[in-house]
């Protein structure tokens, strides 16, 4: 079996896997790591969304061999809840959590946003999230936190 080796939330690993699995099912298989979640399994919920460089990806549409090197954060690695990242205070802060299920893939679009423009305009922010499913209504919120945190993160 190859190895692929990459970077899951800062940590170096070397995966023995067929590289045409879906990272996805590397992740929550094989590694455990259980925060992206299975939504559609066609790249189309965002509930699986993962950070891959500086983009949120789809996790269940991206084969294992094209992480080859390259760092992956998931939203275990994204902050912890002695240290949450400013995208995790500002939802909790505008209460834009409803079931939980879709907010891991949507806060992984939304930090990758803020990683690539650290100054996103409210339809930016909008564009961003747009290919992040969410049935509980909390998508006015959502933006409000982004932006919010966006503010937090400029003033230092």
Not at 73 to 78: M, P, S
Not at 89 to 102: D, K, M, P, S, V
Not at 109 to 132: F, I, W
Request: glycine share 10%; with cysteine; net charge negative.
């Amino acid at each position: 079996m190859p190895s692929v080796r990459f970077r899951l939330n800062g940590f170096e690993l070397e995966i023995d896997a067929d590289p045409d699995r879906s990272l996805l099912d590397i992740l929550r298989g094989q590694l455990g790591v259980t925060g992206p979640h299975f939504g559609c399994g066609a790249g189309e919920c965002g509930a699986c969304n993962v950070i891959i460089g500086d983009r949120a990806v789809s996790a269940c549409d991206t084969p294992l061999w094209s992480v080859a090197d390259k760092d992956v954060t998931t939203i275990e690695g994204l902050g912890t809840s002695e240290r949450p990242h400013p995208v995790q205070r500002a939802f909790i802060a505008e209460q834009a959590l409803q079931c939980g299920y879709c907010v891991s893939g949507i806060l992984m679009s939304a930090a990758a946003l803020l990683k690539r423009n650290p100054s996103p305009t409210s339809r930016e922010v909008k564009e961003a999230l747009d290919r992040n499913l969410c049935r509980c209504g909390s998508h006015n919120r959502m933006v409000r936190a982004v932006l919010r945190a966006a503010e937090e993160m400029a003033a230092g």
